[in-house]
Antibody
Framework: EVQLVESGGGLVQPGGSLRLSCAASGFTFSSYWMHWVRQAPGKGLVWVSR????????TYADSVRGRFTISRDNAKNTVYLQMNSLRAEDTAVYYC?????????????WGQGTPVTVSS | DIQMTQSPSTLSASVGDRITITCRAS??????LAWYQQKPGKAPKLLIYEASSLESGVPLRFSGSGSGTEFTLTISSLQPDDFATYYCQQYNGYSYTFGQGTRLEIK
């Protein structure tokens, strides 16, 4: 069974940093692109970032570019999201999702999400 | 960036009803469109990919159609488990955009 389990969320002050992790199992992790998507309280889904299967390429939403960094460790079947210079508007549940073997793929499955709250 | 617009934002319906949700893209996305179902406190679940392909395990009462800029999700006969929020998503290669969501509620 394909499974994604996020961790690392929590409460952080504005300007602070947090690193999210997403542990994958049940599929050949190194063959698939991975994504992060977030959902602010009571709001819709917003794509945040993606990383190619071998880690050679990354893309970010305008709202996080320059502050967030996605990475992966294929030996550990884990994808990460390093979040720096956090703002109140980054408060959300962060989901990791499995993509496809290229860029033109849907997301499935998704992890259960990890909540991030940016507040003083 | 490609914008995705869903309608309606909220839909009230009864068990057994046939309903349709529409999603429009700001430019052509061929059939690079997916539909997801999300229940409160849960992660989104893939229903439809490539505009009309049913994900494994998803009931046959769900169907999708469309190409280019206009797409629909149809539920042929609503069941109690279907009351949730539905999102469309374009995955046209460089960025990925979701519609604002359609909340399907019991009438």
């Amino acid at each position: 069974e394909v499974q994604l389990v996020e961790s690392g969320g929590g409460l952080v002050q504005p300007g602070g940093s947090l690193r999210l992790s997403c542990a994958a199992s049940g599929f050949t992790f190194s063959s698939y692109w991975m994504h992060w998507v977030r959902q602010a309280p009571g709001k819709g889904l917003v794509w945040v970032s993606r990383i190619k299967s071998d880690g050679s390429g990354t893309t970010y939403a305008d709202s996080v570019r320059g502050r967030f960094t996605i990475s992966r460790d294929n030996a550990k079947n884990t994808v990460y999201l390093q979040m720096n210079s956090l703002r109140a508007e980054d408060t959300a549940v962060y989901y990791c999702a499995k993509g496809g073997r290229g860029s033109f793929y849907w997301f499935a499955p998704w992890g259960q999400g990890t909540p991030v709250t940016v507040s003083s | 960036d490609i914008q995705m617009t869903q309608s309606p934002s909220t839909l009230s319906a009864s068990v057994g009803d046939r309903i349709t949700i529409t999603c429009r893209a700001s430019e052509s996305i061929s059939t690079y469109l997916a539909w997801y179902q999300q229940k409160p406190g849960k992660a989104p679940k893939l229903l439809i990919y490539e505009a009309s392909s049913l994900e494994s395990g998803v009931p046959l009462r769900f169907s999708g159609s469309g190409s280019g800029t206009e797409f629909t999700l149809t539920i042929s006969s609503l069941q109690p488990d279907d009351f949730a929020t539905y999102y469309c998503q374009q995955y046209n290669g460089y960025s990925y955009t979701f519609g604002q969501g359609t909340r399907l509620e019991i009438k």
